[in-house]
């Protein structure tokens, strides 16, 4: 694979292979290599040597699937990236990781990562030991801890009055009721160049901590603060016979279809199947074929229909005509192209391939278009050929090519406009395979259960809720069968030589990026105009079926007033705003200080039931308006919803980071986790998707009161 990103050095690199500085691979309590061969791509973790390089890869379009929080002042983020382009980040003075999964795996595969140890410096001293006065004032922002797995933890975010200095350091010190103690330092966040508080990754103490004090490096202190549990709600317990657990494989967009399609069948009088209106592309991807040698001088020739239309197998060749002074020429006849090159007065070939690949897609306009391939420019044609064109596509038979209709799941005794509507909505990111077997399991338990519980009766009678479980199934077809790393949808908006077959992979729109608010298109931060880029938002706002599809749901059914859309991964609980204009920071519009706590209190509503699966428990700072807690994701749908439509509208980042006890250290899962683990991540955010539609109808229920 050649370079995939528009972020990628374009210098050749001859040594791929990245190993952690001072780690022997197979030697005992050592931790493995990060290896990445020439071509091989892979999810890797990557300490990043500044905040700067970070907010400079999102910028260029690099693939971040994941910001996990350093320890002591590090950067961390998980980066979809080549062999070429890790050691291209590794000349950049990015740090590898450990490798959370590659390519093919179609599994999460966990390796170990090194962490050095680091000594921790006296706070509130110069260098010589002398006190120096207080010169900043701190401020607890929050402290939380809870208990999962048996072992409790504990966050703290604290603010200083310090913004402009970056040498301020700040330890949090612990204690619990029975006198233990112990400390932690702080790392200092900034994002688009401005501060924004100190935080740490939760950290394991050995009982409830009662009580924290934080002080910095230049003297000042925070006065004490209390924990408070996180997030301190419960849901009610299910009762016997409670019915779930529909889970028992990955789905893919066929196996939805048919879930949607039975469920409809078997619950007429509470659930009806609903086409969304914009088609999309399909699982298509037009044909091409080199002709020549890449090594030395070759074109790619293009089929200007898909392959599935009939382009797959025509074959395209060039040929000496034998006889001097002849023009450059072609022929399609029997589904063969045949050049025949042009010569000269002694009869030697003479066609460059800028010329035959202008000649073709001249000749016949409407069946194929040509390019020169990278680094043949100008050169002589050689005799070629045939070569068969072919769209690449690897799905087994059965699964369809043709221009696919979403579907949505309508679930409720009254669907008619007259009770308060809740939209959950997953797989707008091809890779995250987790996301729609939650919202499958949501809908399953809504509809099994209504007979037999009374409490899923009253949210029926009460809530009117709409379940699209994947917004994007050409994307996950792509993912499922030939690149398990396709986050964007198939449609390739790609010219010229950016059609190269080699860069396939990177072809495609991100979905959640091809909203209208908040958009790249109105100057807002965190999308690319790169059609190579993970984060390419589309030749204009709602340019994609994908996101048109959505809208358009909501648009028709004014009664949905809440929303969740399903991600993975990293264990994040966020809302609006989503975006900001990296100059000066500017979010979109914050809201309401009652809006506000309507989001904040239900957050942990839902968070309290997501931990009661099995307690995995989303962390207080990554529970937030996404452009506090996550990065600026210009062009989101949750903002289009919230803004546009008067939605309240969250976006789940499930497959939290689990705890290694052993290795005393937070590990993240992927996109694609054993299946056991996505498994578990089914369940529990599907019990978060049944409190949202508690935190509905109580909302329905009080504004009637």
Same mark, same amino acid.
């Given at each position: 694979?050649?370079?995939?990103?528009?972020?990628?050095?374009?210098?050749?690199?001859?040594?791929?292979?990245?190993?952690?500085?001072?780690?022997?691979?197979?030697?005992?309590?050592?931790?493995?290599?990060?290896?990445?061969?020439?071509?091989?791509?892979?999810?890797? $973790?990557?300490?990043?040597?500044?905040?700067?390089?970070?907010?400079?890869? +999102?910028?260029?379009?690099?693939?971040?699937?994941? /910001?996990?929080?350093?320890?002591?002042?590090?950067?961390?983020?998980?980066?979809?990236?080549?062999?070429?382009?890790?050691?291209?980040?590794?000349?950049?003075?990015?740090?590898?990781?450990?490798?959370?999964?590659?390519?093919?795996?179609?599994?999460?595969?966990?390796?170990?990562?090194?962490?050095?140890?680091?000594?921790?410096?006296?706070?509130?001293?110069?260098?010589?030991?002398?006190?120096?006065?207080?010169?900043?004032?701190?401020?607890?922002?929050?402290?939380?801890?809870?208990?999962?797995?048996?072992?409790?933890?504990? $966050?703290?975010?604290? @603010?200083?009055?310090?913004?402009?200095?970056?040498?301020?350091?700040?330890?949090?010190?612990?204690?619990?009721?029975?006198?233990?103690?112990?400390?932690?330092?702080?790392?200092?966040?900034?994002?688009?160049?401005?501060?924004?508080?100190?935080?740490?990754?939760?950290?394991?103490?050995?009982?409830?901590?009662?009580?924290?004090?934080?002080?910095?490096?230049?003297?000042?202190?925070?006065?004490?603060?209390?924990?408070?549990?996180?997030?301190?709600?419960?849901?009610?317990?299910?009762?016997?016979?409670?019915?779930?657990?529909?889970?028992?494989?990955?789905?893919?967009?066929?196996?939805?279809?048919?879930?949607?399609?039975?469920?409809?069948?078997?619950?007429?009088?509470?659930?009806?199947?609903?086409?969304?209106?914009?088609?999309? $592309?399909?699982?298509?991807?037009?044909?091409? @074929?080199?002709?020549?040698?890449?090594?030395?001088?070759? +074109?790619?020739?293009?089929?200007?229909?898909?392959?599935?239309?009939?382009?797959?197998?025509?074959? /395209?060749?060039?040929?000496?005509?034998?006889?001097?002074?002849?023009?450059? #020429?072609?022929?399609?006849?029997?589904?063969?192209?045949?050049?025949?090159?042009?010569?000269?007065?002694?009869?030697?070939?003479?066609?460059?391939?800028?010329?035959?690949?202008?000649?073709?897609?001249?000749?016949?306009?409407?069946?194929?278009?040509?390019?020169?391939?990278?680094?043949?420019?100008?050169?002589?044609?050689?005799?070629?050929?045939?070569?068969?064109?072919?769209?690449?596509?690897?799905?087994?038979?059965?699964?369809?090519?043709?221009?696919?209709?979403?579907?949505?799941?309508?679930?409720?005794?009254?669907?008619?406009?007259?009770?308060?509507?809740?939209?959950?909505?997953?797989?707008?990111?091809?890779?995250?395979?987790?996301?729609?077997?939650?919202?499958?399991?949501?809908?399953?338990?809504?509809?099994?259960?209504?007979?037999?519980?009374?409490?899923?009766?009253?949210?029926?009678?009460?809530?009117?809720?709409?379940?699209?479980?994947?917004?994007?199934?050409?994307?996950?077809?792509?993912?499922?069968?030939?690149?398990?790393?396709?986050?964007?949808?198939?449609?390739?908006?790609?010219?010229?030589?950016?059609?190269?077959?080699?860069?396939?992979?990177?072809?495609? /729109?991100?979905?959640?990026?091809?909203?209208?608010?908040?958009?790249?298109?109105?100057?807002?931060?965190?999308?690319?105009?790169?059609?190579?880029?993970?984060?390419?938002?589309?030749?204009?706002?709602?340019?994609?079926?994908?996101?048109? =599809?959505? +809208?358009?749901?909501?648009?028709?059914?004014?009664?949905?007033?809440?929303?969740?859309?399903?991600?993975?991964?990293?264990?994040?609980?966020? *809302?609006?705003?989503?975006?900001?204009?990296?100059?000066?920071?500017?979010?979109?519009?914050?809201?309401?200080?009652?809006?506000?706590?309507?989001? $904040?209190?239900?957050?942990?509503?839902?968070?309290?039931?997501?931990?009661?699966?099995?307690?995995?428990?989303?962390?207080?700072?990554?529970?937030?308006?996404?452009?506090?807690?996550?990065?600026?994701?210009?062009? =989101?749908?949750?903002?289009?919803?919230?803004?546009?439509?008067?939605?309240?509208?969250? #976006?789940?980042?499930?497959?939290?980071?689990? *705890?290694?006890?052993?290795?005393?250290?937070?590990?993240?899962?992927?996109?694609?986790?054993?299946?056991?683990?996505?498994?578990?991540?089914?369940?529990?955010?599907?019990?978060?998707?049944?409190?949202?539609?508690?935190?509905?109808?109580?909302?329905?229920?009080?504004?009637? =009161?």
């Amino acid at each position: 694979m050649t370079q995939r990103r528009r972020w990628v050095s374009v210098a050749a690199v001859s040594v791929l292979v990245c190993v952690l500085p001072g780690v022997t691979a197979g030697v005992s309590g050592a931790e493995p290599a990060v290896q990445l061969a020439a071509g091989e791509v892979a999810l890797v $973790q990557v300490q990043l040597p500044s905040r700067d390089m970070l907010l400079d890869l +999102i910028a260029g379009g690099a693939d971040v699937a994941a /910001v996990p929080r350093g320890r002591d002042g590090e950067v961390h983020a998980d980066l979809v990236v080549s062999g070429e382009e890790l050691a291209e980040l590794v000349g950049r003075g990015a740090r590898p990781v450990r490798i959370v999964q590659r390519e093919g795996d179609g599994s999460a595969r966990y390796a170990e990562s090194v962490r050095a140890a680091e000594a921790q410096r006296s706070v509130g001293l110069t260098s010589d030991g002398v006190s120096v006065a207080a010169v900043d004032t701190l401020h607890f922002m929050s402290a939380h801890w809870w208990v999962s797995g048996g072992q409790t933890f504990l $966050q703290t975010k604290v @603010a200083t009055s310090a913004v402009d200095d970056p040498a301020v350091e700040i330890t949090v010190t612990w204690r619990t009721a029975d006198g233990a103690t112990g400390s932690y330092p702080l790392q200092r966040i900034e994002d688009a160049g401005e501060y924004q508080y100190h935080v740490a990754l939760p950290q394991p103490v050995p009982a409830t901590p009662t009580q924290v004090t934080a002080v910095s490096s230049l003297g000042g202190s925070a006065r004490p603060a209390t924990p408070a549990p996180w997030p301190g709600t419960t849901p009610p317990e299910p009762p016997a016979g409670y019915q779930k657990d529909f889970i028992d494989a990955y789905l893919t967009p066929l196996d939805i279809r048919a879930r949607i399609n039975r469920l409809a069948r078997q619950y007429p009088h509470l659930a009806e199947r609903i086409d969304l209106p914009n088609p999309t $592309q399909g699982y298509r991807r037009t044909a091409a @074929a080199y002709l020549g040698d890449p090594a030395t001088a070759a +074109i790619v020739v293009e089929s200007v229909r898909f392959g599935d239309q009939g382009a797959n197998g025509i074959q /395209v060749s060039t040929v000496h005509p034998g006889a001097p002074n002849r023009p450059l #020429d072609a022929r399609f006849r029997d589904r063969v192209l045949t050049v025949s090159l042009a010569t000269d007065a002694s009869g030697a070939a003479i066609s460059t391939t800028d010329q035959v690949a202008a000649f073709i897609a001249a000749r016949y306009p409407q069946r194929f278009t040509a390019f020169v391939e990278d680094g043949s420019a100008g050169m002589l044609m050689p005799v070629a050929g045939p070569a068969r064109l072919d769209d690449g596509l690897r799905a087994p038979a059965g699964v369809p090519h043709r221009p696919w209709t979403v579907q949505a799941l309508r679930i409720g005794v009254h669907r008619d406009g007259s009770r308060v509507g809740v939209l959950a909505y997953s797989q707008e990111h091809a890779r995250e395979w987790a996301t729609p077997l939650v919202t499958m399991e949501f809908a399953e338990r809504l509809l099994a259960n209504y007979a037999t519980d009374a409490e899923t009766r009253a949210l029926l009678e009460a809530v009117d809720v709409f379940v699209v479980p994947t917004v994007n199934p050409d994307g996950a077809n792509y993912s499922f069968y030939d690149s398990n790393f396709q986050r964007k949808n198939m449609v390739n908006h790609c010219a010229g030589a950016l059609r190269d077959p080699r860069l396939r992979n990177s072809w495609g /729109v991100d979905v959640n990026r091809n909203y209208e608010v908040g958009s790249l298109f109105d100057g807002y931060f965190g999308a690319s105009t790169s059609c190579l880029s993970g984060t390419f938002a589309g030749t204009g706002e709602h340019s994609e079926a994908e996101s048109r =599809n959505l +809208i358009a749901l909501a648009d028709a059914h004014p009664n949905i007033k809440f929303g969740l859309n399903v991600h993975s991964y990293g264990g994040y609980f966020m *809302w609006p705003p989503g975006a900001y204009v990296a100059e000066g920071r500017i979010t979109l519009p914050r809201p309401s200080i009652e809006e506000t706590a309507l989001f $904040q209190t239900s957050a942990k509503r839902i968070v309290g039931a997501i931990a009661s699966a099995r307690g995995t428990v989303t962390w207080p700072s990554q529970t937030g308006p996404v452009c506090d807690v996550l990065y600026s994701a210009a062009g =989101n749908s949750a903002d289009e919803l919230y803004y546009d439509n008067g939605v309240f509208a969250w #976006d789940f980042e499930v497959g939290n980071d689990l *705890w290694n006890p052993a290795a005393q250290r937070w590990e993240g899962v992927g996109f694609q986790p054993p299946f056991p683990e996505a498994h578990a991540e089914s369940q529990e955010f599907a019990d978060g998707l049944i409190e949202l539609v508690r935190v509905a109808r109580d909302y329905a229920s009080a504004a009637h =009161n």
